[in-house]
């Protein structure tokens, strides 16, 4: 069985390329779930969330009580990814930023809109039981199908 080096790997920096980001993020508006890593006391979690591309940032919506709350109200740092499927084969976007906690109820409400969904688990925006964070993304890793390395987004 062969191996390669890391010389074998083409790493990119592509800095702010917005028509690679609007390529990353349609990738992300292909997606109701995603999986989002968080630190806690036991150390990282991944745990799956509902995200939301809306007026080109991206949302998290869960309830209230979930410990992910906790954790990115204790440490708002996270990463999440998402599995790219071209005709080419399979690659993916890896996010990572800072959270914060949404309040505003009008954008609450436009972009639980824009989530379609939103509804069928929580009673509108104003809802206790509904938070809502909005994840700046300052940089993102992208391994496109079919091609052999990395392509380094930042903000």
Same mark, same amino acid.
């Given at each position: 069985? &062969?191996?390669? &080096? %890391?010389? @074998?790997?083409? +790493?990119?920096?592509?800095? #702010? @390329? %917005?028509?690679?980001? =609007?390529?990353?993020?349609?990738?992300?508006?292909?997606?109701?779930? /995603?999986? !989002?890593?968080?630190?806690?006391? *036991?150390?990282?979690?991944? +745990?799956?969330?509902?995200?939301?591309?809306? %007026?080109?940032?991206?949302?998290?919506?869960?309830?209230?009580? @979930? =410990?992910?709350?906790?954790? !990115?109200?204790?440490?708002?740092?996270?990463?999440?990814?998402?599995?790219?499927?071209? %005709?080419?084969?399979? &690659?993916?976007?890896?996010?990572?930023?800072? *959270?914060?906690?949404?309040?505003?109820?009008?954008?609450? +409400?436009?972009?639980? @809109? *824009?989530?379609?969904?939103?509804? #069928?688990?929580? #009673?509108?925006?104003?809802?206790?039981?509904?938070?809502?964070?909005?994840?700046? /993304?300052? *940089?993102?890793? /992208?391994?496109?199908?079919?091609?052999?390395?990395?392509?380094? !987004?930042?903000?």
């Amino acid at each position: 069985m &062969g191996s390669y &080096g %890391e010389e @074998d790997w083409v +790493r990119k920096e592509l800095g #702010n @390329d %917005e028509e690679v980001w =609007a390529w990353a993020m349609g990738h992300l508006a292909e997606h109701a779930v /995603i999986a !989002l890593a968080t630190s806690s006391d *036991a150390g990282p979690r991944v +745990r799956p969330v509902t995200a939301v591309l809306h %007026e080109g940032s991206v949302y998290v919506l869960t309830s209230t009580g @979930d =410990a992910k709350v906790r954790h !990115l109200e204790e440490d708002p740092r996270f990463e999440f990814y998402v599995l790219v499927k071209e %005709e080419g084969g399979t &690659g993916y976007v890896r996010c990572s930023g800072k *959270a914060s906690k949404v309040a505003d109820p009008e954008l609450r +409400r436009r972009v639980g @809109d *824009a989530a379609g969904f939103a509804d #069928n688990f929580w #009673n509108g925006p104003d809802d206790p039981d509904l938070t809502m964070f909005l994840m700046d /993304i300052d *940089a993102a890793e /992208i391994v496109r199908p079919g091609v052999k390395g990395w392509e380094m !987004l930042t903000r």
